[in-house]
Every structure is written in C-alpha cells, then in structure tokens.
C-alpha cells in the first residue's frame, strides 16, 4: 500500500502550463504503475496517463498525447504530470492512482490521492 499526495494545481490561463506532482509513501512504490485521473464538474473521472515501474512505458489518453508528460522519479518516490498547452476542458479535479489498470480499453487503480484542482481559463 502507498499513501499518494498530490500538489501543483492552481489558476491557469488557456495555453499556460503547470507541473502536478504526487508524492507517495510506502516502500512498494516501484512495484507500481503509476497514473493520473482527471474528473470535470459533471463528468465521470476519465484516465489522463499512466508510466510503468521503470519509467519506459507511458500511455497517454488521445486527448492529452502531445500536450502532456507523465514522468517519475523511484528514488524521490514521485511521479509528476507537466501539462503545457492547457485548455479550458483539461479543468477538473486530478487524480494521482498508483497500481493502474487497463481492461478492455477501461483504466482504473487501486489507491487514490485526494486530488487537485486544476482551473484553465480562457
């Protein structure tokens, strides 16, 4: 088990950048994929990116390839989200998930952060 703690949200205008970071707990850390989740007002929490232990292996939901990089570092225990090229629809809650998941084409974890607020504005 791993405790997830996420910083680096705020206030952003559209085009702007920011650099989320989970912090996670726990000495099983690199035993994990790592990933991000995001949830709109509204709107069901939807996959944003996922990074396996190592760091190789990244995928990406098509509505972020491009503009997003998920990264991590095992011997801070910390797995980052930079986002550039932000737009009003990349606003919601993000979510930072550790033992990530894919099962026909549906991603889900199994340990939650609490979330941050990202806010683009145009």
């Known amino acids: 088990q791993v405790q997830l703690v996420e910083s680096g949200g705020g206030l952003v205008q559209a085009g702007g950048s920011l650099r989320l970071s989970c912090a996670a707990s726990?000495?099983?850390?690199?035993?994990?994929?790592m990933g991000w989740f995001r949830q709109a007002p509204g709107k069901e929490r939807e996959f944003v990116a996922r990074i396996n232990w190592s760091g190789g292996i990244t995928r990406y939901a098509d509505s972020v390839q491009g503009r997003f990089t998920i990264s991590r570092d095992n011997a801070k225990n910390t797995v980052y989200l930079q986002m550039n090229s932000l737009k009003p629809e990349d606003t919601g809650v993000y979510y930072c998930?550790?033992?990530?998941?894919?099962?026909?084409?549906?991603?889900?974890?199994?340990?939650w952060g609490q979330g941050t607020q990202v806010t683009v504005s145009s």
């Open positions: 998930a550790a033992d990530v998941t894919v099962d026909v084409g549906k991603y889900d974890a199994h340990m």
């Open positions: 726990g000495r099983t850390f690199t035993s994990y994929t």
